[in-house]
């Protein structure tokens, strides 16, 4: 820590700042290997400016691939089952951040922000927060909560059972060469990087200048794929990479299902045009571009930082909350324990790694070394830090350091919407477990993440032994059977507590205002029965549906 403090204090010396400033921003859905190069053709300068004189972290993974938690989880330096808190509206306790409804408590007060504010630092948040618990829709409740109900669902007729629209949907392109597309981020953009100007001029005319820590949060890269003709026409669309994707029946049942609740299973009448390869070409080339914009922005933070005269004491840290399916494995959207999904891009440049030769990091870190990582840069004495972290801090491989006391492993988890049941990774850097559930409903998934980047050849069955040491590795940090279990629990307190306080449940849960309203109304009483069935029954995590129709193929029940 006293080499780190001299190292801050040496390089800001120069405009009398005794820790440096910080500019955090974090963007939606960004598949953290579209910032490794060659892996895609998205031209990001500004972010390539930054790598060539910082660290690039390439095998940096959110620790929960969905918004709301992904954030409580980074904000708080806690993984994501253990945030205990009152559920909104219920005061139902709940162990985790389980889905998007669930979040830190609204009081929370040992946020990143909170400390930083507390230990000297003018504190600017703007943008995306979205990471207290209550937020989202009733629609993101009530299909969490029901992992468990076997619904019924005939993918032939209707597509299945599903609760999103848009990875159906045709990605739009704008007719115009207008540089900002995506206007509310551009707007919080122009509205920091204001306030940082001020705070710059500040800092030069004061005799104790004070540091600022500048937060935006990005909705760009979220679905839907939106750009126009100006960032489309950045992308070499002859170069994007197309994924092969293998027959619905042939899948493992996990990602059946989620492909399916993702309504990326389109019925036989609306196949055609969703198998095309040119339909995937254009979704990943508009998916691209956004991130080609959202470069854009960050090159707004860098040119008024180095305008200001501020450069030579600002560190930079540029990462995404979670990744994007962006059509592999047949799906779009986040929540799934894939890499596209779940691993993350993460530079960080600060005034001592510039005029270095650039350095990626290679051993796994994640989000929850954010929080250690920003106290350290900001020189936060560590008796300001939260009693608990469950993180490491970064700042060892920042400076060039040869003793990084980091686990060798990084796990991420989700319970939430849009998956059919509790999934868990752990990964090295080279091999990656995941485990669904207690670990007995489906068989494990384990990938070799050099020689099969798009983790399609599962080795699970062939390496018995190392799947045997993950899963105790797995074990030490998140006691997955437990928490598996406790999420089925919940799911049925939380749905129980709902429907006694709503009188007109059934007319909400058949709303045409919820994303599910299709496949819920094309056989209401079945189901409804399926809720019933699934509320008399206890607690239990259940496997993955295999099949184009359920209950069975031989059903002859109108779907």
């Not at 020189?379 to 060039?400: E, I, K, Q």
């Not at 190392?466 to 797995?474: P, R």
Request: net charge negative; proline share 6%.
């Amino acid at each position: 820590m006293l080499l780190l403090v001299a190292s801050v204090v040496l390089a800001v010396s120069s405009t009398k700042l005794a820790s440096p400033n910080i500019v955090f921003l974090i963007c939606e859905s960004t598949d953290g290997r579209t910032y490794r190069e060659g892996f895609a053709p998205v031209p990001i300068p500004n972010i390539k400016g930054l790598a060539s004189e910082g660290v690039q972290f390439d095998t940096h993974y959110s620790n929960v691939p969905v918004c709301c938690p992904s954030r409580a989880s980074t904000w708080s330096g806690r993984l994501p089952h253990k945030i205990p808190h009152q559920q909104m509206g219920t005061n139902l306790t709940v162990q985790g951040v389980w889905n998007n409804y669930e979040g830190l408590p609204v009081e929370y007060d040992q946020k990143i922000m909170d400390v930083m504010n507390a230990s000297g630092y003018h504190v600017m948040i703007s943008g995306k927060e979205d990471w207290s618990t209550g937020g989202h829709s009733l629609n993101v409740r009530l299909n969490s909560w029901t992992m468990y109900t076997r619904f019924p669902y005939n993918i032939n007729s209707t597509g299945g059972w599903y609760d999103e629209t848009m990875c159906s949907e045709e990605p739009t392109i704008h007719d115009n060469n207008n540089r900002e597309v995506h206007i509310s981020d551009w707007q919080a953009v122009n509205s920091t990087t204001q306030w940082i100007k001020t705070k710059i001029d500040e800092q030069k005319a004061a005799a104790n200048p004070v540091p600022f820590f500048a937060y935006q949060g990005m909705v760009i890269v979220h679905p839907p794929y939106v750009t126009n003709n100006y960032w489309l026409s950045k992308i070499d669309q002859s170069k994007v990479t197309v994924p092969s994707w293998e027959p619905l029946e042939d899948i493992h049942p996990c990602d059946l299902q989620s492909s399916m609740l993702k309504k990326c299973t389109p019925s036989n009448s609306d196949s055609d045009s969703f198998y095309s390869m040119s339909r995937r070409r254009e979704v990943r080339s508009v998916y691209y571009a956004m991130i080609a914009e959202f470069d854009a922005m960050v090159g707004e933070y860098v040119r008024t930082v180095k305008e200001g005269g501020a450069w030579d004491s600002t560190v930079f840290i540029v990462t995404s909350d979670h990744g994007d399916m962006n059509m592999e494995h047949q799906q779009f959207y986040k929540m799934v324990q894939y890499d596209a999904s779940s691993r993350v891009p993460l530079v960080i440049n600060a005034p001592w790694t510039r005029g270095k030769p650039p350095r990626v990091v290679t051993k796994p870190t994640s989000h929850i070394d954010l929080f250690p990582t920003i106290m350290e840069l900001g020189n936060v004495p560590v008796a300001r830090w939260p009693s608990v972290l469950d993180g490491t801090s970064l700042v060892g491989y920042v400076n060039d350091s040869s003793s990084v006391e980091h686990s060798q492993y990084v796990v991420s988890q989700f319970h939430g919407c849009n998956i059919a049941m509790s999934w868990y990774l752990i990964t090295d850097g080279v091999y990656k477990l995941v485990v669904f559930g207690t670990g007995v409903e489906e068989e494990p998934q384990l990938f070799h993440l050099i020689s099969d980047v798009a983790e399609t050849n599962n080795i699970a069955k062939a390496n018995p032994t190392l799947v045997k040491h993950l899963q105790a590795e797995l074990e030490k940090v998140v006691p997955y059977q437990a928490v598996s279990l406790d999420v089925a629990k919940y799911n049925q307190d939380s749905f129980r507590l709902w429907k006694e306080n709503n009188s007109d449940w059934k007319s909400q849960m058949s709303s045409p205002g919820l994303r599910w309203a299709v496949p819920f109304n094309v056989n209401q009483t079945a189901s409804f029965d399926a809720i019933a069935q699934w509320l008399d029954e206890a607690p239990a995590v259940k496997s993955c549906r295999t099949g184009i129709v359920y209950p069975s193929a031989s059903w002859g029940g109108e779907l």
